[in-house]
């Protein structure tokens, strides 16, 4: 095949080479196993360095998921849940996986229906986030669940986000704020302060 694409034929080896010479370019076999092998004539230092750009934006494509990890008690308290769980949501955010690990100490592994209550809560807590994608299971003195980003809940709390901006911009456009008063210090109090 030459460069340009068309068909050149049937060629033995010595007049391909002296066709790919005449041109500068490089005689290059495509199909070693064809009968007769097939070449083309290119550049194939183009060819490389084309092949190389195409591998890279793939890679550059490809998203690095990356699995984080949040661990829970049975008997945590409110504001640890809600601290823990805001940063489950960012990472679910930032699209990647996030391992909920809970804990049992002493007497509580006994009790995995605590454990249960906890994790189903922080599903719900994430629901606009993230899903679950592996279930809790208990694995000794742990019970674990996996969550993996979800973008279509994503984008649907974006999109209910900008409604209710928009709403809240319409009703607050539809009735003015009434300006408020700024109070002016007594003219005593005024003359005073420019003379210290």
């Not at 068909?7 to 080896?13: A, C, E, F, N, V």
């Given at each position: ?38 070449c ?20 550059r ?8 990890e949040?661990?829970?008690?049975p ?10 769980t805001?940063?489950?949501?960012h ?18 592994v ?18 606009d ?14 019970m ?6 979800d ?7 974006q ?38």
């Amino acid at each position: 095949m030459g460069h340009d694409g068309q068909q050149i034929g049937i060629k033995p080896l010595p007049e391909a080479l002296a066709i790919a010479r005449e041109l500068d370019l490089d005689l290059v076999e495509v199909a070693a196993q064809a009968n007769p092998p097939v070449c083309r004539v290119m550049d194939y230092g183009k060819y490389k360095y084309e092949a190389a750009q195409k591998a890279k934006e793939s890679r550059r494509k490809t998203s690095n998921v990356v699995i984080k990890e949040m661990k829970y008690r049975p008997k945590i308290g409110g504001g640890d849940f809600d601290t823990k769980t805001r940063k489950v949501e960012h990472f679910l955010a930032e699209g990647h996986k996030v391992k909920v690990t809970l804990t049992f100490r002493g007497r509580e592994v006994y009790h995995p229906e605590l454990g249960k209550k906890i994790l189903d809560q922080v599903e719900e807590a994430v629901k606009d986030v993230g899903r679950v994608e592996i279930f809790p299971r208990i694995d000794g003195r742990n019970m674990t669940m996996v969550l993996a980003p979800d973008k279509r809940a994503q984008a649907a709390k974006q999109k209910a986000d900008a409604a209710a901006a928009a709403e809240a911009s319409e009703v607050a456009g539809e009735a003015p704020a009434a300006p408020t008063p700024t109070e002016e210090p007594p003219a005593d109090e005024a003359s005073e302060t420019s003379e210290a």
